[in-house]
């Protein structure tokens, strides 16, 4: 009976008559990407911006999904207001510029903390490791070390149980510039969210 449930829902989906509602955190520290990924959900287009001042919102449409999206900004200043918007979220996705290996350490203690926060228990995290594009960044192998995410959930595992993982984590690499990776993190993101 699900599998009939799913399938009209995806129909209404396509049809743009139906979609799931999420309110999600954009973090990780300043020039990840966040804003740039945001802009290109939203317009479809890169835009290079200036740092991230103040927190955003946008209510996008991604596939399924209707999201009320959060772009809290990454430098230390904005990380204190990050505990402020934990509270009723659906989703994180932490962006980390895979290019910037001396950061790798900073970003593990922001995604350790949210990680071990009780107000984000259960709550997916999508691990975006972002500009492939350019030569030097990380492999996926390398971000996940760094970050100590080695035991994720698994991109094509379809039952999640929370006795077994506080928080469902997957890694992906991506080129937000590029369009590149992020499409079949969201949609790994979007098993989670009702």
């Known amino acids: 009976m699900s599998f009939v449930w799913d399938w009209f829902y995806s129909i209404l989906a ?3 008559l139906y979609h ?21 959900l939203k317009d479809n287009r890169a835009v290079s911006s200036e740092p991230t001042l103040h927190p955003n919102s946008e209510e996008l449409i991604v596939g399924q999904l209707k999201l009320k999206a959060f772009d809290l900004g990454g430098h230390e200043t904005a990380r ?22 001396q950061r790798f350490p900073e970003a593990k203690r922001e995604l350790d903390n949210l990680l071990s926060s009780d107000e984000l ?8 490791g972002n500009k492939i594009d350019l030569p030097s960044a990380a492999s996926e192998d390398e ?4 970050l100590g995410c080695q035991d994720t959930y698994g991109k094509d595992a379809v ?6 993982v506080a928080n469902p984590i997957e890694v992906f690499m991506c080129s937000v510039v ?3 990776g992020y499409k ?5 993101l979007s098993q989670f969210l009702t």
């Open 14 to 16: 396509s049809l743009g």
């Open 20 to 40: 799931k509602n999420a309110k999600i955190l954009f973090l990780g520290l300043d020039n990840a990407g966040k804003t740039t990924l945001l802009r290109m």
């Open 80 to 101: 204190r207001l990050w505990q402020d918007y934990t509270t009723t979220v659906d989703a994180v996705v932490f962006l980390v510029d895979a290019v910037d290996r």
């Open 121 to 128: 228990r259960g709550v997916p995290f999508l691990v975006l």
């Open 143 to 146: 971000l996940k070390y760094a």
């Open 159 to 164: 039952q999640y149980d929370d006795r077994c």
């Open 178 to 180: 590029r369009r590149m």
């Open 184 to 188: 079949d993190a969201f949609q790994w």
